[in-house]
């Protein structure tokens, strides 16, 4: 595939510094504003019901992530999310966890029906779980699926109308009838925490300069798994690469994407 179409995105991205409000976990709140700033944008992290939809007006995009859930975050994500679909912005939705608790799945499940969703990404299991086929999450880790992740993704972006973006060691993104493969990362950002919350935060970057979601959420991974790989090059293990991500990711260029992008139709 040609690579030129997400090193363009990825330069908008750069040249605009769009704002991305997250309404996210409290876990790796910190990383999700700093790999923001890092992949061009700017970050705004307002969870609070009384702000949180005139915050979501004033963005390029809206993050929202339910790994330290509870009923008034929920709340402001309803208030920050209709705020969003009035103002036309791209909501990008993290279901972490959901299959593992019936407060996470139905909260998840509650999002997608009172508001308009962009992209979803999660990991197989999550994903599985939300499409109904037989998934397994333990805590928010993927535990197993059964059938085939690529035919899942597709008819649950093609029920939904949502862009689904399906992570794993090789990242499917499909919107029902596009399919990319995205293969760039590297093993040890499954060592720490927070990876998979600071890929979303980079989909908002992109999503925010992109109206083509499959395309934004393919430029997105592909840098940020670009930038993990050149991390693990300089690093000796998890503790040295959580710094050396941050550095890789702000130090990446639009040319850089066009050579080290990994990316395939399927």
């Known amino acids: 595939m040609d690579n030129q179409v997400f090193s363009e995105v990825f330069s908008r991205a750069r040249e ?67 705020a969003a679909n009035d103002h036309k912005i791209p909501i990008i939705l ?64 093609r029920d939904t109308g949502i862009t689904v973006v399906m992570s794993g060691p090789t990242d499917i993104i499909t919107d029902g009838k596009r399919i990319l493969l995205v293969e760039n990362g590297h093993p040890v950002m499954g060592r720490i925490s927070g990876t998979g919350c600071m890929a979303s935060s980079v989909t908002g970057v992109c999503a925010a300069v992109s109206t083509d979601r499959v395309t934004a959420a393919a430029t997105a991974l592909a840098a940020f798994g670009l930038a993990g790989e050149r991390a693990a090059e300089k690093s000796r293990g998890p503790g040295s690469f959580r710094p050396a991500l941050f550095d890789e990711m702000a130090a990446l260029t639009a040319k850089d994407v066009v050579t080290g992008a990994r990316v395939k139709t399927a």
């Open 16 to 82: 605009h510094h769009p704002l991305v409000h997250h309404i996210t976990n409290y876990v790796t709140v910190n990383d999700c504003a700093n790999i923001t700033i890092c992949a061009g944008g700017a970050p705004v992290m307002a969870d609070a019901r009384e702000e949180a939809g005139e915050m979501a007006g004033f963005a390029g995009a809206l993050v929202l992530n339910i790994g330290t859930l509870n009923p008034g975050i929920i709340e402001s994500m309803i208030c920050a999310g209709k």
């Open 94 to 157: 993290d279901p972490v966890g959901a299959g593992a608790t019936r407060l996470r799945t139905e909260s998840t499940l509650r999002l997608l029906d009172e508001l308009a969703i962009a992209i979803i990404k999660g990991n197989a299991g999550e994903i599985g779980v939300l499409a109904g086929a037989d998934a397994k999450v333990r805590g928010v880790d993927f535990a197993g699926i059964n059938g085939d992740p690529v035919d899942i993704a597709r008819t649950f972006a």
